[in-house]
């Protein structure tokens, strides 16, 4: 909604994006139809094909969605020469969606992660955490986000980051979890790279994995980026936040127990959180220590059946993605002096 209605204050009438999952792409597709104006959604084939209900929320809402790499960009064009077969990643999606900014005068890009602006407005999260927490005199000692681009745990985490750095509460443990098929924090490289695959946008300090890096189709689409926000990955660079990785089937286990406690069926992305939680749990009731634990659960289900359906059927591959590959996509980092 703030990015909507700041453009629109500026005279912008339509705006163009990425989304993985679809999450991002239906929020700003909702925020243009508030403020009547038009969308472009670019999003990552493998979700486009997983996910078709997300797409038809969006259209719902007025936006266009096209699957990426699509015909309509000479970037995408480029990469289907080169893959016609690929899968698409949130690179590539970002490329087309800048290039469209970039090639018409009424078009604005926005950004649903990464960026310092898209965190600062997702720390509501936290912050209302935080304040709930303190009303039963209550502080986590453990705090838990999923992590694509960043801004879902940025929003978790930063105001108790705050906390940590000012030494408030210097002992909290703030993990982010990410897909073990996409490893950028705790196999990437702490570089300067690109945010797209075609090198249009500027570059960013921040663990990659490459900017032409190609992820495996896992179905937490939402955390398929070959980055992570500068500021997230400066956090863990200094110890201040850790990062994990999970496999798909552990991920699918701990949304099942969720959704048979709770009731609420939770999207792949969230459920790197909870199964983290979970285990965060176990390993007390072990030690016999009492720990508050805050995870965010920041999305449901109900788009994602289908790959609970694939979970049911044992048609979830537990994806590792070969070291090989990782070097080879960072061989070609830019270079900078």
């Given at each position: 909604?703030?990015?909507?209605?700041?453009?629109?204050?500026?005279?912008?009438?339509?705006?163009?994006?990425?989304?993985?999952?679809?999450?991002?792409?239906?929020?700003?597709?909702?925020?243009?139809?508030?403020?009547?104006?038009?969308?472009?959604?670019?999003?990552?084939?493998?979700?486009?094909?997983?996910?078709?209900?997300?797409?038809?929320?969006?259209?719902?809402?007025?936006?266009?969605?096209?699957?990426?790499?699509?015909?309509?960009?000479?970037?995408?064009?480029?990469?289907?020469?080169?893959?016609?077969?690929?899968?698409?990643?949130?690179?590539?999606?970002?490329?087309?969606?800048?290039?469209?900014?970039?090639?018409?005068?009424?078009?604005?890009?926005?950004?649903?992660?990464?960026?310092?602006?898209?965190?600062?407005?997702?720390?509501?999260?936290?912050?209302?955490?935080?304040?709930?927490?303190?009303?039963?005199?209550?502080?986590?000692?453990?705090?838990?986000?999923?992590?694509?681009?960043?801004?879902?745990?940025?929003?978790?985490?930063?105001?108790?980051?705050g906390d940590k750095l000012t030494g408030k509460h210097p002992d909290v443990d703030i993990i982010g979890v990410e897909p073990?098929?996409?490893?950028?924090?705790?196999?990437?490289?702490?570089?300067?790279?690109?945010?797209?695959?075609?090198?249009?946008?500027?570059?960013?300090?921040?663990?990659?994995?490459?900017?032409?890096?190609?992820?495996?189709?896992?179905?937490?689409?939402?955390?398929?980026?070959?980055?992570?926000?500068?500021?997230?990955?400066?956090?863990?660079?200094?110890?201040?936040?850790?990062?994990?990785?999970?496999?798909?089937?552990?991920?699918?286990?701990?949304?099942?127990?969720?959704?048979?406690?709770?009731?609420?069926?939770?999207?792949?992305?969230?459920?790197?959180?909870?199964?983290?939680?979970?285990?965060?749990?176990?390993?007390?009731?072990?030690?016999?220590?009492?720990?508050?634990?805050?995870?965010?659960?920041?999305?449901?289900?109900?788009?994602?059946?289908?790959?609970?359906?694939?979970?049911?059927?044992?048609?979830?591959?537990?994806?590792?993605?070969?070291?090989?590959?990782?070097?080879?996509?960072?061989?070609?980092?830019?270079?900078?002096?």
């Amino acid at each position: 909604m703030p990015q909507a209605y700041y453009n629109r204050e500026a005279g912008i009438e339509r705006l163009a994006t990425e989304t993985g999952a679809g999450q991002w792409g239906s929020a700003l597709a909702f925020a243009t139809s508030h403020f009547e104006m038009d969308c472009t959604v670019y999003m990552v084939r493998a979700s486009y094909e997983q996910k078709p209900y997300r797409k038809m929320m969006m259209q719902v809402w007025g936006a266009d969605c096209h699957s990426s790499p699509s015909t309509l960009t000479a970037s995408g064009r480029a990469m289907l020469e080169k893959d016609p077969d690929t899968t698409g990643s949130l690179g590539i999606a970002i490329s087309e969606a800048v290039e469209d900014a970039a090639t018409h005068a009424n078009t604005n890009y926005a950004l649903g992660s990464v960026l310092n602006h898209v965190c600062l407005h997702q720390s509501v999260i936290g912050l209302e955490a935080r304040e709930q927490l303190a009303s039963v005199d209550d502080y986590p000692d453990v705090v838990i986000a999923c992590v694509g681009g960043g801004s879902n745990f940025a929003g978790t985490a930063f105001p108790f980051a705050g906390d940590k750095l000012t030494g408030k509460h210097p002992d909290v443990d703030i993990i982010g979890v990410e897909p073990a098929a996409c490893p950028t924090l705790t196999k990437g490289l702490y570089a300067y790279d690109y945010g797209d695959e075609a090198g249009l946008t500027p570059m960013l300090m921040m663990y990659t994995l490459g900017h032409d890096f190609v992820p495996p189709a896992i179905h937490a689409g939402g955390l398929r980026y070959h980055g992570d926000s500068p500021i997230v990955s400066k956090l863990v660079k200094d110890g201040v936040a850790r990062a994990v990785s999970l496999y798909q089937n552990e991920v699918f286990e701990a949304a099942q127990t969720f959704a048979r406690t709770e009731g609420i069926i939770p999207a792949p992305e969230a459920a790197h959180a909870i199964r983290t939680a979970i285990d965060v749990a176990l390993e007390c009731r072990k030690t016999g220590e009492a720990k508050t634990i805050l995870f965010n659960n920041s999305g449901h289900g109900h788009f994602d059946l289908a790959s609970y359906e694939a979970y049911y059927a044992g048609n979830l591959p537990d994806y590792d993605y070969p070291e090989e590959l990782i070097r080879d996509a960072l061989s070609r980092l830019p270079k900078v002096a």
